[in-house]
């Protein structure tokens, strides 16, 4: 089971990541809903497509832009459609649960 916990407590959590490159994308249903607020934020990666970003809230904390997600994935990058990924400095800490 990956976690993904923001200023103790976790925000996201599943079994059905998908790991691409250094990141997990964990699926939208998997997120503890108000985990995200949406970011006026874009940018553009060759391969994958157009970046949305999203600031995370917990426990009264929010991180600006640390979490990401492409809404409409270019077809290499399908496998992470309805999926969001955490920013390594961004405060939120993935872990892997299985021992």
Excluded at 39 to 65: E, I, M, Q
Excluded at 83 to 99: E, L, M, R
Aim: net charge positive; with cysteine.
């Amino acid at each position: 089971m990956i976690t993904a916990a923001f200023h103790g407590q976790v925000i996201a959590r599943s079994e059905q990541t998908v790991y691409l490159e250094g990141n997990h994308y964990f699926p939208r249903e998997s997120l503890v809903p108000d985990a995200l607020e949406d970011s006026w934020v874009r940018t553009l990666c060759f391969w994958k497509g157009v970046a949305f970003y999203h600031h995370v809230r917990a426990g009264g904390h929010r991180s600006p832009n640390a979490a990401w997600s492409y809404p409409r994935p270019t077809p290499l990058a399908r496998m992470i459609k309805g999926h969001v990924a955490f920013a390594p400095g961004g405060g939120v800490i993935v872990s892997d649960d299985h021992p």
